[in-house]
């Protein structure tokens, strides 16, 4: 018995030498041990497989940060496009024909529901109104008054005129 | 302003390049320096005079026809101002009164109808106002200018009297000294009797127009009524305008 087993015992030893023997010359490529590492099925022990898309990060670390990554920049570009979106259409509707829509729309809340408003603009209007009319009637006055000098010069040069004359 | 100063310069010199000639030939044939012939240097005398006496006419005339001419065109100009801005002012009350309107008509009021009506009551009020306010203003204008116009012409007229009355003086003494010179009268004499004649025809010419000073109190005056017009067809414009608006007003204030 005890042979049997030191025999089964010798076999598996000498088993594992020319494993190691084995193991030692086998060269695996790069794209062998790819294959190799994506045909082993996902354990805890091993979750991550090795991809193109992973690359060298192997690290749990690398991948929890790689995971989290995933979700946060479509996250952000999401956030921003949102943002984006409603600046464009905030500003948007404040230009051009919109914005002369809008004006009028708020001009139009804003008094119609009472033409009484407009009347103020009609009080503010007559007095702007009549003080100046009063200034533009009043503008030549010192004009008309003026051409009285003119006379009183042409009779001062014809005063001078006369006193000059040599007998 | 610049244009007038250039015109003015431009006469007084047309006007000196007449009269320096004139003065040149008759500076040497002066009256008191010629006693070999009296009577042809009065002669000589006389004709310089009424060469200067033309040649001053002719200045006061140019004077006058470029002070008009400013005057035309600063009237002209006062008018258009006056004229675009009460465009300006009918276009703005139109545009306010459309405005009204336009948001009375897209009421839902059971009183919309009653509002267009009142609002159309206002406009024909307004209007009618404002007409009767723009004749009032327009005539008081025109009075003054009017009024402006007949004191330039009162003291052109006087001073033209004065001067013509002076130079027909002037010419008497001449003429007075043309018969004292055929009377053989001495040269001493005649000189002193012409320059006796000639003082008081100056005196005479200032004491006549001394008057003039008193006209500009003439065109303030008549400024005070133009304004004080203008300023009670204003008042009742507004009395009228109140009083529409407040109608309106309490049309408006109906639901």
């Not at chain 2, 009256?31 to 033309?54: G, H, M, W, Y």
């Not at chain 2, 600063?74 to 009164?97: F, G, H, P, T, Y």
């Not at chain 2, 402006?148 to 010419?171: F, M, P, T």
Request: overall charge positive.
């Amino acid at each position: 018995m005890k042979n049997n087993n030191d025999c089964q015992f010798n076999e598996s030893f000498d088993l594992e030498k020319k494993l190691q023997a084995s193991f030692v010359q086998i060269k695996v490529s790069d794209s062998g041990l790819k294959k190799i590492i994506n045909s082993l099925p996902v354990t805890n022990i091993s979750p991550q497989r090795y991809n193109s898309r992973e690359g060298q990060s192997a690290g749990y670390f690398n991948g929890f940060v790689l995971n989290r990554f995933k979700l946060a920049i479509p996250a952000v570009l999401a956030i921003i496009l949102l943002i984006g979106g409603a600046m464009y259409l905030s500003r948007g509707s404040s230009t051009g024909p919109q914005l002369a829509q809008k004006e009028a729309a708020s001009q139009t809340n804003a008094i119609t529901p009472s033409p009484i408003n407009s009347l103020v603009d009609l009080e503010t209007m007559l007095q702007s109104e009549l003080n100046d009319e009063l200034s533009l009637m009043t503008l030549g006055d010192s004009g008309e008054t003026s051409r009285l000098s003119g006379e009183a010069e042409i009779f001062n040069e014809i005063n001078k005129t006369y006193d000059k004359i040599e007998i | 302003m610049i244009k007038s100063k250039f015109n003015k310069t431009i006469i007084g010199v047309i006007v000196s390049t007449t009269l320096i000639p004139v003065g040149g030939v008759f500076a040497q044939t002066n009256f008191s320096k010629i006693k070999s012939n009296n009577c042809t240097a009065v002669t000589i005398l006389e004709a310089r005079l009424l060469s200067q006496f033309a040649n001053k006419q002719l200045e006061i005339r140019a004077s006058r026809a470029v002070r008009e001419a400013e005057n035309a065109k600063n009237r002209a100009a006062n008018d258009r101002k006056i004229s675009e801005q009460r465009r300006a002012w009918d276009q703005n009350l139109i545009a306010r009164i459309n405005l009204i309107e336009v948001k009375i008509s897209s009421s839902t009021l059971a009183s919309r109808d009653s509002q267009l009506l009142a609002l159309a009551n206002f406009k024909t009020a307004i209007n009618n106002s404002r007409n009767t306010k723009l004749t009032a203003v327009d005539s008081a204008m025109k009075n003054f200018r009017d009024g402006v116009d007949n004191i330039i012409l009162l003291q052109k007229s006087q001073i033209d009297g004065s001067k013509l009355a002076y130079e027909n003086a002037i010419k008497v003494a001449v003429l007075k000294s043309k018969e004292d010179c055929l009377a053989k009268v001495s040269p001493k004499t005649i000189k002193e009797h012409l320059d006796q004649r000639v003082l008081t025809a100056r005196e005479t010419f200032k004491n006549t127009v001394s008057d003039l000073n008193k006209s500009g109190g003439a065109i303030k005056a008549l400024a005070e009524v133009k304004n004080g017009a203008i300023k009670s067809a204003q008042i009742t414009y507004k009395v009228d305008y109140e009083k529409a608006l407040a109608e309106l007003k309490t049309s408006l204030s109906k639901n």
